[in-house]
Each structure stands twice: as C-alpha cells, then as structure tokens.
C-alpha cells in the first residue's frame, strides 16, 4: 500500500510485476514494449546519478516502468478512458495524433488500475510523449530517458545523449529540437503541447 506518495522497494516491485503481466501474452511470451521500458528506468536513474537531479529512485523506477502502461491498450478503449473522465477539451487534436493517446489517457490508466494518485507520477506519465512547458523534473527526466534509452539506434537519439553532458534542460530541447524535425520533414500533424515546450526550451539550446 502506497502511502502519502512515499514509495518502498515494495512498492515498485508490486507495480513491476503488474505492468510485465498486462504486456505478457497467453503464451507466456513478454512484449518487447516492456523491455523498452526496463531501459528508459535504468537510463533515467543514470541521469538522475550523473547530473546529481536528487530525485528519489523509488519515484523514478515507478514513473518509467508505468509511462508506456497504456501503450498495449486498444486506441478506441483510450478514447474511452478519456470520455469517462471528461478530459475531452483537446479530443479532436488527439485523434489527428493518435501516436501520444497512450499517454495522454496514461494519465487516468494508472489512476483507474495502478492506483497512483501522485501528481509528479502522473505528469511524468501523461508528459512523456509531447512534453510541455515548465516541466518537473522527473517529467523532463522520463521525456528525455524515453527518447534516449540505450537500445534505440540512430542519429537523432544520439545527439539527446550528447546534450546530457551539458544538462537535462539541453538534453530536452535537443529532443523537442529532433521532433520537430522529425515531423517537418515527414509532414506530421504535431501536438499543441510539444509547440509549447519547443518554444519554452529552446533558451536551453546549447552551442
């Protein structure tokens, strides 16, 4: 039982063994969406060690093995889950970008079956994806550990972890930097939110 929002290696393990079962098939065999979360935890608690964030390790491991929880669900069932909690004001931007739903209903996925009522968790989860302005700092840990995870191979990962030598904020606008162009080139509709954090973060772009 979590209490307070204060976490015990207990805890984790419960929500770890929880979130491996709802991503292993009748077969016994474990989606590979699972494994990518195991790296963004164990790349998010070597930031949080070398750039010394302080940010409690119990926190970090909960928030990065839960961000992708969603990510398996059936995209009709999220549109639900946001219906249900009236969190429709931005539905018609969601459904032109259908990639971040899992993390946008994220949000009221954890709540309605993890139980996690911690707002850091939550916004860490619900954030991953588009970023936003003036995030946390677990946000901007799961945003940037998500994207440079060690297993993902190519160009643009590499230049986020090269920015992490100049600091996490850097490390965040150098993604938001690789989205954007991303979705210019490939001529993708782009979340509202990830506009916003492009335009906040990029005082942090480094030379």
């Known amino acids: 039982m979590i209490t307070n929002n204060i976490y015990t290696k207990e805890n984790f393990i ?6 491996k079962e709802s991503m292993t098939n009748s077969e016994g065999v474990v989606n590979k969406r699972f494994y990518h979360s195991e790296s963004v935890m164990k790349k998010a608690l070597e930031i949080n060690e070398t750039l010394q964030l302080g940010l409690d390790e ?7 093995i839960l961000h992708d929880s969603a990510k398996l669900v059936n995209k009709e069932e999220l549109v639900n889950l946001l219906i249900e909690y009236n969190d429709v004001s931005h539905l018609d931007e969601i459904k032109n970008c259908i990639q971040v739903i899992h993390a946008l209903a994220g949000k009221w996925y954890i709540q309605k079956y993890y139980h996690i009522f911690d707002e850091e968790i939550i916004d860490a989860v619900t954030y991953h994806c ?6 946390s700092t677990l946000e901007e840990l799961i945003f940037v550990s998500d994207y440079a995870e060690d297993t993902r191979e190519g160009e643009y990962f590499v230049k986020v972890r090269q920015a992490l030598k100049y600091g996490l904020r850097q490390a965040v606008f150098t993604e938001l930097e690789q989205v954007m162009d991303y979705f210019k080139k490939s001529n993708t509709f782009v979340y509202y939110l990830t506009i916003e954090a492009y335009n906040y973060y990029k005082e942090y772009k480094y030379k």
């Open 130 to 135: 588009t970023g936003r302005s003036n995030m």
């Open 58 to 64: 119990n926190k970090i491991k909960i928030a990065a």
């Open 14 to 19: 419960q929500i770890y063994n929880q979130v």
